[in-house]
């Protein structure tokens, strides 16, 4: 079975402050894409960053890293320089790298981001 | 480009009604999505669709829950009769393919929040 565990449920940071979210998965497949999606109290669902298994390098968009440590099973998220905008809730996720390619999500953080 | 639209938004009904959700995915995106996100809860797939045909609804609760896909285009999704433990958001989300070795990102819909009471 596929899981994924985020055991942060709630999370707070200054503005302008670093936080880090961490996310752990389980899964037998080798190929397979990481993911830390956000969802703002109106919803949508947007994709922040993402990682391919296969691949050593961390992910990096802007203020957003990640920390992937394949063996242990760990994705965890930095951001950086924290805005009043990333309050939201923060979504671990991760599917196959061939077939049906649908996510399987975390239970998710909640970041609030403290002016 | 528009995104995934969904409607309604919000639906109220008492247990044992009936409701549908429509949503209308990205022009040309062939792969689309539905999740169920139970309160506090990441969302989870309840079917998916490539064009008008059904790729995975292993999860779907088929006694009480129908989806379709007509000319593989706009989506609907049902329940008939509605259970409290119903009440979620029901979330679609497109993307271009299924199946190939890149993976193809998944554009969500704002959602339709439904209450059963």
């Known amino acids: 079975a596929q899981t994924v565990t985020q055991s942060q449920p709630e999370m707070s940071v200054q503005e302008a402050e670093t936080v880090t979210l961490s996310c752990t998965y389980d899964?037998?497949?080798?190929?397979?894409?990481l993911f830390w999606y956000k969802q703002p109290p109106s919803r949508q669902m947007i994709l922040v960053i993402r990682?391919?298994?296969?691949?050593?390098q961390n992910a990096t968009e802007n203020r957003f890293s990640v920390n992937f440590q394949k063996a242990a099973k760990s994705f965890s998220l930095k951001i950086s320089d924290s805005q009043l905008g990333d309050t939201a809730m923060y979504f671990c996720?991760?599917?196959?790298?061939?077939?049906?390619?649908?996510?399987?999500f975390g239970t998710g953080t909640r970041l609030t981001v403290i002016p | 480009e528009a995104g995934v639209a969904q409607s309604p938004r919000y639906k109220i009904i008492e247990k044992r009604q009936s409701v549908a959700f429509w949503c209308n995915p990205i022009?040309?995106?062939?792969?689309l999505y539905w999740y169920q996100q139970i309160l506090g809860q990441g969302p989870k797939l309840l079917i998916q669709f490539q064009n008008n045909g059904v790729v995975d609804d292993s999860q779907l609760p088929k006694d009480r829950f129908s989806a379709e896909r007509l000319k593989g285009v706009d989506s609907t999704l049902k329940i008939q009769p509605a259970k409290l433990e119903d009440s979620a958001v029901y979330l679609c989300?497109?993307?271009?393919?299924?199946?190939?070795?890149?993976?193809?990102?998944?554009?969500f819909g704002p959602g339709t929040r439904l209450t059963v009471l």
């Open positions: 899964t037998s497949e080798n190929n397979y894409y």
């Open positions: 022009s040309g995106h062939a792969t």
């Open positions: 989300a497109s993307s271009l393919d299924f199946g190939s070795l890149e993976w193809n990102e998944q554009f």
């Open positions: 996720a991760f599917t196959f790298r061939t077939g049906a390619n649908n996510l399987f």
């Open positions: 990682q391919e298994a296969y691949k050593q």
